[in-house]
Nanobody
Framework: QVQLVESGGGLVQAGGSLRLSCAAS????????MGWFRQCPGKEREFVAA????????YYVDSVKGRFTISRDNAKTTVYLQMNSLKPEDTAVYYC???????????????????WGQGTQVTVSS
């Protein structure tokens, strides 16, 4: 059983920054993929970023490239999402997810992830 707990969400003005954290526990993450997704009411859960725990390879949706950075802290078994230059359209509930090593083509698919956090709200005001 993998447990994920997100934190760091909040209200920020457009152009500001926020760092989300996802603390993981329960299993080794040496071969895991950990990802960040976001969801707005009436929309499908959207892939934001992911990282391969063992090697640090990162992946991003085009809309956040250059603004968001995903990283990991091995000692704390925590993954972070540093969000800079935030825009109102970034407003969503952000979820942390994890699964065993996935092929690149499946990393962006929410249905491929077995473990999810409870979500943390990010609101960007204009």
């Amino acid at each position: 059983q993998v447990q994920l707990v997100e934190s760091g969400g909040g209200l920020v003005q457009a152009g500001g920054s926020l760092r989300l954290s996802c603390a993981a526990s329960g299993r080794t993450f040496s071969t895991y993929v950990m990802g960040w997704f976001r969801q707005c009411p009436g929309k499908e859960r959207e892939f934001v970023a992911a990282i391969r725990w063992s090697v640090g390879n990162t992946y991003y949706v085009d809309s956040v490239k250059g603004r968001f950075t995903i990283s990991r802290d091995n000692a704390k078994t925590t993954v972070y999402l540093q969000m800079n230059s935030l825009k109102p359209e970034d407003t969503a509930v952000y979820y942390c997810a994890a699964d065993r090593m996935l092929r690149t083509g499946y990393i962006s698919r929410p249905s491929e992830y077995d473990y999810w956090g409870q979500g943390t709200q990010v609101t960007v005001s204009s």
